[in-house]
């Protein structure tokens, strides 16, 4: 089976500009979460949807919108880029709880540089 | 979420048994561990998860005292391919799930040497 798949896999864009990341997630998962990872640290909480209704929300300006479609599929969107927005962006899916607990599988990531 | 403290960075031989101790004083009686590894340029990969005691796969042993206030990860006999960052969690329980923010500090770099 195929793994999270993430697009574009790098991207440029100047200040100001919008960008819009996409990830599929593995079949048969509901969950799809979103991370942002700048250089040197931990992945960051975005976006959590679950059955194409956000579901949970990290620390980010409204710059930063996602959504989630009925083929569980989902965009990230990044309006009025900044420099600080440069990172590798972590897409992750999980299925509906197994037992007592879940497990995220992520994606290989988009690298964004905003120049 | 609880928060975690670990080493920010181990070095190691290769065949040497590795481990990696992560501190989480504030953990909740609902709150499994968790840990991820991540490779440069890749999204980070589970691990292995529990809750108490012992849990072991195939790739990793986890120790969990039972005050469960700190945790051990073990990597059996390291090789070249083990130099990664080694991500901690707390969290994630069934309760929380749709409300979970996962949190990721900033890791252990395990280095191994040959």
């Known amino acids: 089976d195929a793994g999270v798949t993430q697009s574009p896999t790098h991207l440029i864009k100047t200040r100001g500009q919008q960008v819009t990341l996409r990830c599929s997630p593995i079949?048969?998962?509901?969950?799809v979460s979103w991370y942002q990872q700048v250089l040197g640290q931990g992945p960051q909480f975005i976006f959590q949807y679950y059955e194409k209704e956000e579901r949970g929300r990290g620390n980010f300006p409204d710059r930063f919108s996602a959504r989630q479609f009925p083929n569980y599929s989902s965009e990230l969107n990044v309006n009025a880029l900044l420099l600080g927005d440069s990172a590798l962006y972590l897409c992750?899916?999980?299925?509906?709880?197994?037992?007592?607990?879940?497990?995220?599988?992520f994606g290989p990531g988009t690298r964004l540089t905003v120049t | 979420l609880a928060k975690t403290t670990q080493p920010i960075s181990m070095d190691s031989y290769e065949g040497q048994e590795v481990n990696i101790t992560c501190s989480h004083n504030n953990i909740a009686t609902n709150d499994y561990i968790t840990w991820y590894q991540q490779f440069p340029s890749q999204g980070p990969r589970f691990i292995i998860q529990?809750?108490?005691t012992k849990v072991t796969n195939e790739v990793a042993s986890l120790f969990i005292p039972a005050d469960r206030k700190s945790s051990t990860l073990s990597l059996p006999r390291v090789s070249l391919s083990d130099t990664a960052v080694y991500y901690c969690?707390?969290?994630?329980?069934?309760?929380?799930?749709?409300?979970?923010?996962?949190?990721f500090g900033t890791g252990t770099r395990l280095t191994i040497i040959p």
């Open positions: 079949s048969g998962h509901k969950s």
């Open positions: 992750a899916s999980s299925q509906h709880w197994t037992g007592q607990s879940y497990e995220q599988y």
């Open positions: 529990g809750y108490k």
């Open positions: 969690l707390v969290g994630l329980h069934i309760s929380n799930f749709g409300n979970e923010k996962l949190t």
